[in-house]
Structure formats: C-alpha cells, structure tokens
C-alpha cells in the first residue's frame, strides 16, 4: 500500500499550534517499515488522525531535503512531537537489505534512527505489535535502541481492532490531559514569541545533554522568555511537569530554598530545615525546574543547584542569569541578541531577520495600520542595528511609534547613544546598551510619569492600585492622577499589568527596576518613598489579622501571599531603620499568616530578629510577639523552646495586667502541654481562660480553648464532655466565619465520634471538613483523610481505607507533620497486616513509632505499640504481643489515657486469645516485663524483630542487650 509521507512541522512551526491546543493534545510520530507493516500502519494513521487531527500526527521523513543530513532531519522531526509510536510486524526485527544484512544493524537506517532519537528525548515511546508479532528482546536489538524492549506494548489484533485502537487512543489522551497540566505550571504569555527558532535547538540539545542548563546574558536580552517557549516544548518529556520559581524579587539569599519550596507547593511545617524537605520532594520525580533571574543570589542559588542535583537523578534545571553558576555539570549557553541586518542590507529579506520580525510584530500591536514594507523596513532595520538587537529595547522602541514616527525614533536613538559614549568606558558594554534604552525611554516621559516610574521601583513583586496610589501619591503626583499615569506606562510597556488574578497587579521588569532605583536614589526620593512604603504594608498586616479570622479568611490569606515579598521588604526596613516598636507590632500581627501558610522557619526567624533588636520596646509588644513565636514553635515539634518562650510571654503579659494576653499566653501554654501528653496542666492552664474571653468577648480565642479543651477531654476518654466543648467551638467559629477552625472542629469531632464507634456520624463531619476546606491540600486536609480512612477499615472497606491513608500520607510528606503522618503510618501498617503482608506492615509500623519518639509523642507511641502487638499476635509470637500490650498499658496509665470504645473488643479479644495461647504464668511474666521497660528498650525492642525470652531471667525482666 503507497501511501502519501508526511513530515512532522520544524520545532519552530510546531510551537505555534494554539497554545491551547498544544498543551491537550500531544503530537504522535508513527515510525514502521514499508516491507513490514504498511498497511497497518495506514490503518493506525488513519484512526489517530481522525481523533486527534492530521497536524497532530505524523508518518516518515520523506521529505527530507537534498544534501540534508537526514540523520539530523530525523532527530528534528521526532522533537517535534511528544509521542512515538514504532509499528513492529512479524518481518520487522529481521527485515533485511539487499545484501542481506539486517537493517537494524545498519546505524544509518532510519527506524533505528526514529526510534533512537524517540529515546534519547525520553518521549513516550509505545510500541504496537501488529500481525501476532511479539515484542524484540533486548538481546535481539542494537544497543542504541536496547531500550525499547522494555516499553510496554500495545497489540492491535484483526479480530478486536477498533477495541485495541480505542485502548491505545485512551493512553495517548491520559498523555495529552498530563501534558496539559503540565505546561499550566509556566507563566501564560500576552504577546506571540517571535524568532529564535536556532536558539531554541540549541537549548533542547543542552537540556537533552546535561541536567544543568544556564541562560546567561545581558538585561533585556530574553533570557527569560525563551526559557519558557524551550520549556512549552520539553514539558511532556518530564512525568511531573515544569515549575518555574522568580527570583528576582527575593533580596535575601537565605531564603531561596523557602522561595523554591513554596513555589513547590511545600511548607516547612515540621522545623527541620526546608532545604531537606525541597530535597525530599525533588529525589523521585522527574522534573524541569527553571530558576529566573539569578544573578543577585548566584553563590545561593549555585548551593542549592547542586545540591539538588545530586540528591535527584531526574531533575534537570534551566537557570537564567546575567553570570554562570559556575558548579560541576553546568552547561552555560549565552542568550544571543536577536539578529540584526548588516549595514546597507537591501529591503528583500529583512523580516528573516529576528529582530526586524520582533518590532514589525509589536509595532504593529501599538499602531494597526503599521506594515514592514520597502518604505519602512531600511529604518527598522537600522533601529534594530542600534538597540544592538536586545528584545526589550526593541519592543520599547516599537511602542513610541504612538507618538513617534520611525525617523523620529531613529533620530532619538541616535542622540541618547553620544550621549552615553562619552560616560564611563569601564562599563560592560551591555550595561550601557540596556542603559541608554531605558535613558532614552525615561527622557520621552513626562514628568509625572517619571515620578511614578522611578517610585514604583520601590516595590517587590508588583503592586496593587492601592498600594501605588498610597506609596507614590504625594504633592508631585495626586492620588487620582496615578491610573492613569499607570496605563500610559503601560502601553509604553515599560509597566507591566498583570490582570490574571483578582485584582490587576502593576510590576517592572527587573531591569526597569534597578533603573528606577537609580533615578529614585539621584531625586532625593528613596527615604520618603520607603518610609511610605513600610507604613503601607505595616497597616496591611495589621488590617489582615482580624480579617484572617472571620469569613474573609481566605482573601486576605491570598492577598498577603500575594503581597508577602513587600511585606518582607517592610519588616527589613523597619528592622534597618531602628523603627523597633513597628517591627515587633508587625510581627505579632503576621504570626497567625506565618502559622497558616507552613512559612514557620521565615516566621520565627522575622520574630526572634525583631525581638533581639527591640530589646527595650514596651512590654505590650515583645510579649504578643513572644507568644507568637512559642505558637510557631509548637508548629515546628520543637516543644521546649515553645514552652519556654510562652512562659517568658506569661510573664511579661502578668506584669503589664494585659488579662487578655495572659489567657493567650496560657492557651499557647496548654497547647505545648497537649502535644507533651500532659493533659493534667494542660486543662488546668485552658480553663481560666474561658472567663478570660469571655469577658473580652473574644470569641475567635474563645473558640481556640473549647477546642483544645475538648481535644484533651477526648484522648482522657470523657467523649460526652469533648463533644460538647467541640460544638460548641464550632458554633462559635460559624458565628465567625473563620473556616480554618470551622474545618478543624469538624474533623476533631468527627474523631470524637469515631473513637466512640459512631461511624456514620464521625464520617460525615469528617467530610464536611474537607468541603469547607474547599480543596486545600494542607494537613488539615490530610488529617481529615487520614480520620476518614480509620473510619472506612472500621466498616470493613480495606480498599478505601488504604487510598485515604496513602493520600494522606502523600500530603503529610510535603507539609512535614510528623505527628499525624505517624498515625497514618501506623493505620497503612495495620492494613498491610489485614491483608497478609507481614513484612510490609513491620516497615510501615516502624516507621511511625520512630516519627513519634521523634516528636516524643506518647499517645502517638501507645497507638504503634498495639499495632505492633496485633502484628506480633497475627504471626503466633503471643509473648513478644502481650509484652507490648503491657508496655502500652503502662503508657496509658501515665498519660491517663484509656482504651477508646471503638478499639475495646479487639484490644480485648487479641490480649484474651495470647494469653490464652501463651499461658497463665508466661503471659504475666509477658505484661510485666513489658510493663518495667524502660523507654529506650521498649522502643528497640518494638522497633526490631527480637523475639521473646524462652523463659524469664531473675526478677521477671530480660535485657535487651548482652
């Protein structure tokens, strides 16, 4: 069968398939031999075609040019697509020349160059077995495509063709939907990326070649933007996508790894250091991370390049900086300017040229009517000759033709530039090239627009509406004026207008910035400005924290994210400017944000700063922000500087009379006391404090302490009290509106209730708990997950009840709670045990009695240790089960602590039926041996294999070591 070959379009024509359409739909190269399988072939290319669309499928390289290197051809036509589909029929491993060699072992042959290529790009690579043939071994093929045996195949039979088509379309669109999300992690751009087709090869042949890729360059130069089109095009070849981290607005280098970890999705809510939990995240996936704009941190950012790189063997890393990284495995590759035309070139041919494309494309975006012709393009290209070809100067260029004609343009450029040649010849030359677009650009303003210019440098990030009328609103600029003003330097592109979220946000590029910086320091400006700038944020922190705590919760969460660099750049400013009273009034009112969002190391570090400079500020604020940094540390499992730092708050609140700030002291206070199984203090610090808010009428405070109250009543057992204390929280929280603790006080009664073995009722706060949190995936939400797992094993759904755990466990990973990651743990290793997998379950188990006595959780350790007697019971090793039982008993009664009712008949049945097996005088030798462990022993003994004495030694204990 002759069928018609087509070639896949260039990378460059690829890329320009509607975004839309690119990032759902994958593109499919279909590689077969003629004498082998054609007609089937045709068949397959025809039904991929009619799902997908011919553009998206491809077959052969035919159209090779003459004198072309076909083995490159084939290397371009295959990066074209994301999947690679090679036809295998019964001739085609033995399919062989005229000479009668194999043709697979000829390394010009063209389906092992496809498939080759395929490999080398780690594209999906799906064999499809046609004709009854059977998958090669890789003993049968050549090296450079040994991998292919090991991909899984698909075979289309005769008899069950449209089936077997239909299972394999259904793999490619599982593909398309990953690639998808994939590509949705990259910024979206406003405007068509124009040139750079040698650029981009270039760069996916480094990324193809070395984990290390750094774009290096001058301002302006874009850098940036071509690490994002590179990225849109390698994205389907990484299984867990791209995710690109800013950096140029992050001033200190210390908290890179915070910046790339949230940028993740993590949150650093254990205390141990968040470049360990970025590392954790990063080991197993198969991921591009792009890190823009590092030149600022470049000694940071090489530390933590390496080593992440070392510690994930499929994380590759695209890097943009004005220098190297300069670190083992980098491959630099300088971001030329685009290109220009030589001098006197003729008009044929200009719009080849990148630069000439990129102003003819945005000066037509400014002023419609604006065409490359034989009339224009000489000057356009003479002004891409003088802006040196740098994208942002030519793009700002461009935007002048609104009130410039092209000669005007050109004429400009020519003056600023003798300008600047007579200015410092030590300079980069880059530096002065990027130097006099800005100047130049700056001049044509007005004044008021160069007011605003230079003074929304000021900001980190962007900035709102509001904070810009607030910040650079004086008697130069009214604060009516700024609007507009803010839309003239935006479509002189000199401001950019992000409008992708709530409300539109205004930032420079990091280049304009710096300028800006420049100008405002040279008007006298900059300590007026910043002195704003810090009130301004001050008061948005102070604005947020009551908000943070009623049905506006998750706006201004969202807003103070958003915002978080200007806060930082705020509380930097007021620590430098000795400004210590509002540095520590800004801190208290951020500890509620830190401790929602997972920033705690960044929290108490910003605390402790504040508190160690403002040593003589009033007493008030140093001890709001003390007890906030114990709270934070209570977050961190870090309870001894927690019960310190709360006790140090108690005092300070005692001497001042702040009644209120006492209670709040003793709530943080008893909170340290929960986690330490020390439910005695804890009630007896929680109950003086119900009067306390209730004279203050703080119910958001008063709702805290019903919770905790009724969180130690249950683990005391007294379920009628908890559940009480609990509604009643809750009903104060509705009140509110405050769905953190909404969310919190449905999932701690649906625990009540669980423990009471009200499974249907635990189960439908459990779930209410997770529809107010609305998809948030924080470890309330695993902890929810988790409560409900417990509950599905409860009612004998083994299935469900590993999923929930195995979710939960997923998100408690990333937030770093060891604590209930721990019960998690411990619940998987009980099903493993229920569904006969021993030695699974002893893995699971271990793992979460360590986490445990890391945190030194003595409620989380008693739960580990009878399931760790369940396991010892299930395999016949009755004395090592009743030991742990009597070693948890002994636990229960130190922390007062009994046997929920759900949990009874089985404690009871296991302890009955080994002792039972075990006998009268060995089982009670058993339990008070376990019973007189010490804490060390109990653990290594429950953490390994030992088994039990053959008999008792003097005394009726054993040592564990010799």
């Known amino acids: 069968m002759k069928r018609e070959r087509t070639m896949p379009e260039s990378p460059v024509r690829a890329a320009q398939v509607s975004e839309d359409a690119a990032s759902q739909i994958p593109r499919v190269f279909i590689s077969y031999r003629r004498d082998d399988s054609a007609g089937d072939t045709g068949r397959l290319y025809d039904t991929l075609s009619a799902r997908f669309g011919r553009e998206s499928v491809f077959m052969d390289i035919d159209a090779i040019p003459a004198g072309a290197d076909f083995a490159e051809a084939i290397r371009e036509a295959v990066s074209a697509c994301q999947v690679c589909i090679p036809v295998i029929g019964k001739n085609w491993l033995g399919s062989a020349d005229m000479a009668g060699h194999r043709r697979l072992d000829d390394d010009r042959d063209l389906v092992r160059l496809e498939i080759q290529a395929a490999l080398e790009r780690n594209l999906r690579v799906i064999p499809v077995l046609v004709q009854g043939a059977t998958m090669p071994s890789a003993e049968q093929l050549p090296d450079a495509i040994g991998r292919l045996a090991v991909r899984n195949a698909f075979e289309l039979s005769y008899g069950r063709w449209h089936y077997d088509a239909a299972q394999l379309i259904a793999t490619i669109e599982e593909l398309g939907a990953q690639l998808g999300k994939d590509v949705s992690k990259l910024p979206e751009p406003l405007t068509s990326f124009v040139g750079r087709r040698k650029e981009i090869k270039a760069v996916e042949h480094a990324l193809a070649n070395a984990r290390l890729v750094t774009l290096t360059g001058a301002g302006g130069i874009g850098k940036t933007r071509l690490a994002i089109e590179v990225a849109r095009r390698v994205a389907s070849r990484y299984q867990d996508g791209v995710r690109m981290v800013e950096l140029g607005s992050l001033a200190d280098a210390d908290l890179l790894p915070h910046s790339v970890a949230f940028a993740m999705g993590l949150a650093d809510r254990a205390g141990h250091p968040i470049t360990k939990t970025l590392t954790d995240y990063v080991r197993p996936r198969q991921l591009l991370l792009i890190l823009d704009n590092c030149e600022h941190l470049v000694d940071a950012t090489a530390r933590l390049a390496d080593s992440l790189l070392r510690a994930a063997p499929e994380l590759h890393l695209l890097a943009t900086s004005r220098e190297a990284l300069q670190i083992d495995g980098e491959t630099a590759w300088r971001v030329p300017s685009l290109a220009v035309p030589e001098p006197g070139s003729v008009s044929e041919g200009l719009s080849d040229y990148g630069s000439v494309a990129l102003f003819a494309e945005r000066a037509q975006a400014a002023v419609a009517s604006f065409h490359l012709s034989p009339q224009t393009a000489p000057t356009v290209a003479q002004i891409c000759l003088r802006l040196d070809g740098i994208p942002l100067a030519i793009e700002l260029a461009a935007a002048r033709l609104k009130v410039l004609s092209l000669d005007q343009i050109l004429f400009r450029l020519d ?43 000021i900001f980190s990030g962007g900035a709102s509406l509001d904070a ?76 947020a924290e009551p908000a943070l705590r009623g049905p506006e919760q998750r706006r201004w969460s969202r807003l103070l994210e958003v915002e978080h660099d200007n806060l930082r750049a705020a509380f930097d400013g007021h620590l430098r400017y000795r400004e210590l009273e509002a540095c520590l009034q800004m801190a208290g009112a951020m500890g509620w944000f830190w401790h929602m969002t997972g920033r705690l190391s960044e929290g108490r570090e910003a605390i402790e700063r504040a508190l160690v400079e403002g040593a003589g500020v009033p007493a008030t604020l140093r001890a709001r922000a003390l007890c906030w940094d114990a709270f934070i540390a209570g977050d961190q499992d870090n309870s001894t500087d927690a019960r310190r730092l709360a006790e140090q708050s108690l005092a300070l609140y005692r001497e001042i009379g702040d009644q209120w700030g006492v209670a709040f002291a003793m709530q943080t206070l008893a909170r340290t006391a929960i986690t330490q199984d020390d439910f005695r203090r804890a009630e007896q610090l929680l109950e003086p404090t119900l009067s306390m808010f209730r004279q203050t009428n703080d119910k958001w405070a008063l709702s805290r302490s019903l919770l905790l109250l009724g969180l130690r009543a249950s683990v005391m057992g007294d379920y009628g009290r908890a559940a009480a204390l609990e509604e009643e929280a809750l009903a104060l929280s509705r009140q509110l509106g405050d769905t953190w603790h909404i969310a919190w006080t449905l999932s701690t009664l649906g625990q009540v209730h669980l423990w009471q073995g009200r499974f249907d009722l635990a189960k439908r706060y459990l779930e209410e708990t997770l529809t107010v949190l609305g998809g948030d995936a924080n470890w309330q939400a695993a902890t929810a997950l988790h409560r409900l797992g417990v509950v599905a094993r409860c009612q004998q759904d083994v299935e469900r009840a590993a999923r929930l755990q195995q979710q939960s466990v997923s998100l408690l990973r990333e937030s770093g709670d060891k604590v209930t990651r721990a019960y998690a743990l411990r619940e998987m290793g009980e099903l493993a045990q229920m569904q006969g997998n021993f030695k699974q379950a002893k893995a699971l188990l271990n793992e979460g009695l360590a986490l445990v006595q890391i945190v030194g959780d003595r409620f989380g350790t008693i739960q580990c240790l009878e399931a760790q007697a369940t396991l010892a019971g299930g395999q016949n090793d009755l004395w090592r089960a009743v030991a742990l039982i009597g070693a948890a008993d002994a636990l229960r009664g130190e922390i007062g602590a009994p046997i929920a009712p759900y949990q009874r008949d089985a404690y009871d049945t296991e302890l009955r039926l080994a002792r039972t097996g075990l006998g009268t005088s060995a089982s009670a030798e058993a339990w008070a041996w376990g019973r007189a462990l010490s804490r060390d022993d109990l653990v290594e003994f429950a953490l390994g294999d030992v088994k039990a004495p053959p008999h008792a030694s003097a005394g009726g204990q054993r040592p564990l070591r010799a």
């Open 415 to 457: 003056n600023c530039f003798r300008l600047l040649t007579g200015g410092s010849r030590t300079a980069l030359p880059r530096q002065q090239t990027l130097q006099a677009t800005i100047d130049w650009s700056y001049e044509l303003l007005s004044e008021p627009e160069r007011v605003l210019l230079r003074r929304l440098a």
């Open 468 to 543: 810009t009328e607030a910040v650079c609103a004086d008697a130069l600029i009214s604060p009516p004026d700024v609007l507009d003003l803010l839309s003239g330097l935006v479509s002189k592109s000199l401001v950019l207008a992000d409008t992708g979220g709530v409300e539109t946000r205004f930032r420079l590029l990091e280049t304009v910035r710096q300028y800006g910086q420049e100008r405002l320091a040279e008007a006298g400006e900059l300590s007026q400005v910043e002195k704003r700038h810090r009130a301004w944020f001050a008061q948005l922190a102070e604005r």
